[in-house]
T-cell receptor
């Protein structure tokens, strides 16, 4: 158990809908990262938040947005969903003492868009 | 810019045999390299990381990796495979190029390791 929790574990929805994925980092970790894992794209970095502020951005679609709240949990919002958004979405957290700090991954949320 | 190439999407070994999973990287500045393991229906777990302190890095579960700058490689090895090593393994890179890429891990495509009895 990494100490990172993600809810829900599974999500099934229809095209055009909007969903919210939630992540609680390990106790004391200030950084939260979101990754997408799909069969065709592999594991891709989406976005990082540090202590409530956006710090780094990957190839995140404009339909996707994220935020980190004062209690440090984070939410990833996916809107106007398409079939191709079906994937496993991971959240990771780190204490962020430096760039090589270990990122601890949650179990993921499996999103299926029908 | 940074990228990782894992040679071989599937590797199969017998129990007790050497495990060798290959990773080559590309980075515009000195890299920091990681190996993660993913068991079925689980998140990723860090095996080991190279942070420039030592080129031979020892990790958990008997795994180790050697950073070779001249070959731009960071191959993962284990002397004797166990059935419990069957999983998918990911090599990842990050660097200090700065800008909006801070902390971003770039992953390879993964290598599925199968261990036969």
């Amino acid at each position: 158990d990494s100490g990172v929790t993600q809810t829900p574990k599974h999500l099934i929805t229809a095209t055009g809908q909007r969903v919210t994925l939630r992540c609680s980092p390990r106790s004391g970790d200030l950084s939260v990262y979101w990754y997408q894992q799909s069969l065709d794209q592999g594991l891709q970095f989406l976005i990082q938040y540090y202590n409530g502020e956006e710090r780094a951005k990957g190839n995140i679609l404009e339909r996707f947005s994220a935020q980190q709240f004062p209690d440090l949990h984070s939410e990833l919002n996916l809107s106007s969903l398409e079939l191709g958004d079906s994937a496993l979405y991971f959240c990771a957290s780190s204490a962020d003492r430096g760039i090589t700090d270990t990122q601890y991954f949650g179990p993921g949320t499996r999103l299926t868009v029908l | 810019a940074q990228s990782v190439t894992q040679l071989g999407s599937h590797v199969s070994v017998s129990e007790g045999a050497l495990v060798l999973l290959r990773c080559n990287y590309s980075s515009s500045v000195p890299p920091y390299l990681f190996w993660y393991v993913q068991y079925p229906n689980q998140g990723l777990q860090l095996l080991l990381k190279y942070t420039s302190a030592a080129t031979l890095v020892k990790g958990i579960n008997g795994f180790e990796a050697e950073f070779k700058k001249s070959e731009t490689s960071f191959h993962l090895t284990k002397p004797s495979a166990h059935m419990s090593d069957a999983a998918e393994y990911f090599c990842a890179v990050t660097n200090n190029a700065g800008g909006t890429s801070y902390g971003k891990l770039t992953f390879g495509q993964g290598t599925i390791l199968t261990v036969h009895p």
